[in-house]
């Protein structure tokens, strides 16, 4: 993706998908998203470098897409954005989502890349720039947020948890037999999951469903848009439509 390049820019490209979005689930009940808009709404919120209406598109995420897998680059501006708002466990446990959604790339942008693995995935694709943290993003990382994604990377839990995630990852390579491959996975999945906290509340103070998506646009839009009404989910057909 091209990002832009000035603040007023990423408002407008902010604006943008957040109506494209509005349009999927008038259509459609539901978000089909194939371009991943919600997943470049991080980067654009991450580069913009303002609250904003930040808060409330990360609640809304939240709610809309629990278990989505997400890619590096999000959750690593995730995970940035909280410590932003000084939430520091929530923050941690984002940042190990993007180490355990590619491992090689965040390693890339703390310095500590060793390459090749030899884990199962790893590939010419993990590497090459389509499946790194794009260059605008890392260049956007203060030096405070730096040393903190270093400390963070290099810490006793984390180290711990990269190691056995790298150990899985070669043990997949190898493995064949489906129950013994599934109980891997289970173990890959654990390693993540405790570090999750046991409390996220909200960031803002709209816990309505759709707070962000029918809000009004990004705050340096100058002139207001109508806002469009938002059917009750399942009403419209079935089916999605990437945009």
């Known amino acids: 993706m091209a990002y832009p390049t000035t603040k007023p820019g990423i408002r407008a490209r902010i604006a943008s998908y957040r109506r494209l979005l509005r349009q999927e689930f008038a259509e459609f009940g539901r978000y089909g998203d194939g371009y991943g808009k919600r997943w470049w709404l991080f980067h654009l919120y991450f580069l913009l470098g303002e609250e904003a209406d930040v808060r409330a598109y990360l609640d809304w995420y939240a709610r809309m897409f629990p278990d989505d897998g997400g890619e590096v680059g999000q959750r690593l501006c995730w995970a940035l954005i909280l410590r932003r708002f000084g939430r520091e466990d929530e923050a941690l446990y984002r940042f190990v989502q993007a180490i355990d959604e590619n491992l090689p790339a965040v390693a890339k942008v703390v310095g500590d890349s060793q390459a090749p693995y ?125 945009r």
């Open 118 to 242: 030899g884990m199962w995935g790893e590939h010419e694709e993990m590497i090459r720039e389509l499946y790194e943290v794009p260059s605008e993003v890392v260049q956007a990382i203060t030096a405070d947020e730096r040393r903190w994604l270093v400390a963070s990377w290099h810490s006793p839990a984390v180290a711990a948890m990269r190691h056995r995630t790298i150990a899985i990852g070669r043990a997949l390579v190898t493995t064949t037999v489906r129950e013994k491959r599934v109980a891997l996975l289970n173990q890959q999945r654990a390693l993540i999951q405790a570090f999750k906290p046991a409390d996220m509340p909200p960031l803002s103070s709209d816990a309505s469903k759709h707070s962000w998506l029918s809000g009004a646009p990004s705050s340096a839009q100058k002139r207001p848009r109508r806002k469009a009404a938002l059917p009750t989910v399942g009403s419209s057909p079935a089916g999605s439509r990437s």
